[in-house]
C-alpha cells in the first residue's frame, strides 16, 4: 500500500513538473480547491442581481443555513462569499495533490438535529451495528419501529442533499510514553463495558464512577439543550420596551425555567461544572512542570508568578484519580480555549463539547463523507433547492445604510451595490462592526464591547498528507496496513496528565509555543479512504498552546511556523516511530494564519472566547445577543453570537427566525 501511494505521490509531482517526488516542500500551500466548489448548486441566477429581500454576508456553515430557512419562508436571499470556496472554515480543500482535507474544522457533533430534518440534509448515514430513522415531531434520529436497534447491518442511505456522516466508535485513543512493552493506552468508546475495563488499567475506582460521571453530564447537557435552539432574553424589553414586548420578552424565560426545572435540586452541583477549572493544580506541582522554555529564555518565574490563583474542590478530581483519564476528558474543556484545565470555567467548553449527538447518540462525533465541506455544500444544496443564490468569490466592503440608519443592502470590493431588506453577517462581530459597518453609526460603548471581545487564540492547525498509517507503540498497526479500530478515534498526545496541558498553556502565555502541545490526531481517511490516494492517509493535527503573538514581537514567519511544526512532528514520532518519514506534504496554519484565510479573529476558532462573560446574555455585547445589531436590519448569524462556536448552525438558525418576525413588519 505505501509503495503505491509513493509512486502515485510520484507521479503528481512529476505531472506538476516539480523535480521533487519523494517531498512536499514544507509550508503551507494552497491548490486552486475541489471542483464544483465555486458554486454550490445549479439552477441560480448566472448574474448577481442588484436587489434581494435579504442579503447574507459569508457562506460559512451559519450562513448557509440562515439563507436556507430564510428562502424557505419565501424571503429573495443572496449569499456573497468572498473566497473560492464556500463553508467558511467547515471547508474540504485539496492542498497536496490527491489528498482532500478539512482544512479547518474536521469533526461533527454539534449540528442541531432540527437542521438535519428542516432541511432535508440527511436521513442516516452508513451506521455500524444498528438503524435509525427520523422523528416528524423533534428532527432527532430513532430506531426506526419494528427494527432491531442491535445486530442488524450498516444500512447507508442518502438523503436528497447528500450529506453521509460516518459515526466513529471507538471514538477516543490515548497512548502512553512509558518505560513497559507495550506501552499502555487509554481507549474509550460507546461499549460502557469495554470503557470500563480500559479504565480500570489506571483505576477500578475510576471505572466504576465513570457510568455516573457520563448520566451526571447528560443530565446538565438535557436541561441546557433547549437554550441554544431560540434567542436569550430580550432584557432591555423586559425593562422598557412595550407591553407587548415585554409579553414577548417574557415568552422567552421559558427555556431557562424548564432548564432549572430539569436541574431540580442538583443545580448547585451544575452551577459548579459551569463556573470551576475542569481541574485544579497546587504549587508544588506547577513548580515542578516549571517549561524549559522559560527557564532557558527569561530565567525562573517568581514564585509568586507560577502560584495557582485557582479554586480547590474541581470537577474531574471529584470523580476520577487517574490522570490519563482525567487529562483524556480535559482536552475537551480546553480545546481550542486559550485555557488551562485549571482556568475558572473551563467546565463549560467541556460541556459545549459533549452537548452534540449523532444519530441519536449523545455527545458523539463523526466524520463527514467527502470532508466538512460536504456538510457546507449540502446546507448549500438545500438553498439553492429553495431558490436562494450563492456566490463565490464576492467580498462585501461595507454595509449599506439608508437616511433612516437601516441596513440597506451592501457594497462589494468591485464596487456593485446589492440593495435589500434585510442584511446577515455570518462575519465575526470585529468584522461586522469594526470593518463593515460605519463607525459613526454605532454606539460607542457597543464598539468598545466589541473591541474588548476576548478572542486569543491557542490554536495551530496543521494538515498532513502521509503514505502510510502511523503505528503507535502503544497499538502497532496489522501486517496488512488496514486500519484498526483506534485509527478512527480522536487521538490524544501529550495528555497523559492534566499537568502537562497546565504547562502548554502557561508556555504560551508568555509567549512562546509549547515544547510539548497538546495535540489531537485525527485520521478521517481510515473511515473514509476516498480523500487519499489507494494506501495513503489525511492526517489532521489540531494543536495547542501557540500564541497569537510571539514573545517579542517575533513574527509568525515561515522559520517559526516550521519549526512548531517540527516540534510537532518530533512528539508524534516518539508516540508513533516512522511518522516523519511517512510524511508527503504539509498545511501549516497558525492563529494569524486562520484569520487570514478564514476571517477568524485573532485566529478563534469561536469568533470569541466561550467564557461565562461572552455568553448568552453578553454575546456578543449585553443587550445585543438576539441577533439584532444598533443598525436596524443588521443581524449577527454567526459563532459571534448566541449559542457559540462549533458547526452547529444554531446562530444562522435562530437569526433567520428574528429577521423572518422583524421582515413581516416591514
Not at 508 to 523: F, K, V
Amino acid at each position: 500500500m505505501a509503495g503505491h501511494c509513493g509512486a502515485m505521490a510520484a507521479g503528481l509531482w512529476a505531472r506538476l513538473g516539480t523535480g521533487c517526488p519523494s517531498r512536499w516542500p514544507r509550508g503551507w500551500h494552497l491548490s486552486p480547491g475541489l471542483r464544483g466548489a465555486r458554486l454550490a448548486h445549479a439552477g441560480a441566477a448566472d448574474r448577481l442581481q442588484r436587489e434581494y429581500d435579504a442579503v447574507v454576508i459569508g457562506a460559512g456553515h451559519n450562513g448557509l443555513v440562515a439563507a436556507a430557512y430564510l428562502q424557505r419562508a419565501g424571503v429573495r436571499t443572496a449569499v456573497l462569499e468572498k473566497r473560492h470556496v464556500l463553508g467558511g472554515a467547515a471547508v474540504t480543500e485539496e492542498i497536496v495533490p490527491g489528498f482532500k482535507f478539512s482544512r479547518a474544522s474536521y469533526l461533527l457533533s454539534l449540528l442541531r438535529p432540527q437542521i438535519y430534518a428542516e432541511l432535508e440534509l440527511q436521513v442516516l448515514a452508513s451506521i455500524p451495528r444498528w438503524v435509525a430513522g427520523t422523528s416528524q415531531r423533534t428532527g432527532r434520529v430513532s430506531p426506526l419501529p419494528g427494527r432491531p436497534r442491535r445486530g442488524g447491518p450498516a444500512i447507508p442511505v442518502l438523503q436528497r442533499h447528500g450529506l453521509r456522516v460516518l459515526p466513529r466508535d471507538p471514538y477516543s485513543f490515548t497512548p502512553l510514553l512509558e518505560d513497559r512493552s507495550p506501552p499502555r493506552s487509554l481507549l474509550l468508546g460507546h461499549d460502557m463495558a469495554q470503557t470500563q475495563r480500559q479504565i480500570a488499567q489506571f483505576s477500578q475506582k475510576d471505572a466504576q464512577a465513570y457510568p455516573e460521571y457520563e448520566s451526571f453530564m447528560g443530565g446538565l447537557v438535557s436541561a441546557l439543550d433547549p437554550l441554544l435552539d431560540a434567542p436569550p432574553v430580550d432584557t432591555a424589553a423586559l425593562g422598557q420596551g412595550s407591553l407587548l414586548q415585554r409579553l414577548r420578552a417574557l415568552q422567552a424565560l421559558r427555556p431557562l425555567l424548564r432548564a432549572g426545572l430539569v436541574l431540580g435540586w442538583q443545580l448547585p452541583r451544575y452551577y459548579e461544572v459551569l463556573t470551576a477549572p475542569i481541574s485544579k493544580v497546587s504549587a508544588a506541582a506547577a513548580q515542578s512542570h516549571l517549561p524549559a522554555c522559560l527557564q532557558g529564555c527569561c530565567g525562573s518565574p517568581s514564585p509568586q508568578a507560577w502560584r495557582s490563583p485557582f479554586l480547590p474542590g474541581q470537577i474531574l478530581d471529584q470523580w476520577f484519580e487517574s490522570e490519563p483519564l482525567k487529562a483524556t476528558l480535559a482536552t475537551d474543556a480546553v480545546i481550542g480555549a486559550m485555557a488551562s484545565p485549571h482556568t475558572p470555567g473551563s467546565g463549560y467548553v467541556l460541556l459545549h463539547h459533549v452537548m452534540g449527538e449523532l444519530e441519536g447518540r449523545r455527545g458523539a462525533w463523526g466524520y463527514v463523507a467527502g470532508g466538512m465541506g460536504a456538510l457546507s455544500q449540502a446546507i448549500a444544496r438545500a438553498a439553492a433547492a429553495w431558490g436562494a443564490h450563492i456566490f463565490a468569490e464576492k467580498a462585501v466592503c461595507h454595509v449599506l445604510l439608508g437616511r433612516d440608519g437601516r441596513a440597506q443592502g451592501v457594497a462589494l470590493q468591485d464596487g456593485t451595490e446589492v440593495r435589500s431588506k434585510l442584511v446577515l453577517s455570518n462575519a465575526s462581530p470585529q468584522i461586522t462592526f469594526l470593518e463593515l459597518t460605519p463607525q459613526e453609526q454605532l454606539p460607542k460603548d457597543f464598539v468598545q464591547r466589541i473591541r474588548q471581545v476576548d478572542t486569543r487564540s491557542p490554536v495551530t492547525k496543521i494538515n498532513v498528507a502521509v503514505d502510510r498509517l502511523p503505528s503507535f507503540l502503544a497499538a502497532p498497526n496489522a501486517r496488512d496496513g488496514q486500519p484498526l479500530p483506534h485509527h478512527q478515534c480522536s487521538i490524544h498526545l501529550n495528555c497523559e496528565d492534566t499537568h502537562l496541558l497546565h504547562q502548554a498553556f502557561t508556555e504560551a502565555t508568555h509567549g512562546y509555543p509549547s515544547t510539548r502541545p497538546m495535540i489531537e490526531l485525527c485520521i478521517p481517511s481510515a473511515l473514509d479512504p476516498g480523500l487519499a490516494p489507494r494506501g495513503c492517509h489525511v492526517v489532521s493535527l489540531f494543536t495547542q498552546y501557540t500564541p497569537s503573538m510571539l514573545a517579542g514581537g517575533w513574527p509568525w514567519d515561515e522559520q517559526a511556523r516550521n519549526a512548531y511544526a517540527d516540534t510537532v512532528f518530533d512528539c508524534i514520532e516518539a508516540y508513533a516511530p516512522g511518522f516523519k518519514a511517512s510524511v508527503i506534504g504539509r498545511d501549516i496554519l497558525t492563529p494569524p494564519d486562520l484569520e487570514r484565510i478564514f476571517g477568524l479573529p485573532g485566529g478563534n476558532i469561536f469568533h470569541g472566547g466561550m467564557s461565562l462573560d461572552q455568553l448568552y446574555f453578553a454575546r456578543p455585547a449585553p443587550f445585543y445577543s438576539g441577533y439584532r445589531s444598533p443598525i436596524p436590519s443588521l443581524y449577527l448569524c454567526g459563532s459571534g453570537a448566541h449559542p457559540g462556536g462549533g458547526v452547529m448552525g444554531a446562530a444562522g438558525r435562530n437569526a433567520a427566525q428574528v429577521a423572518l418576525e422583524d421582515f413581516r413588519h416591514l
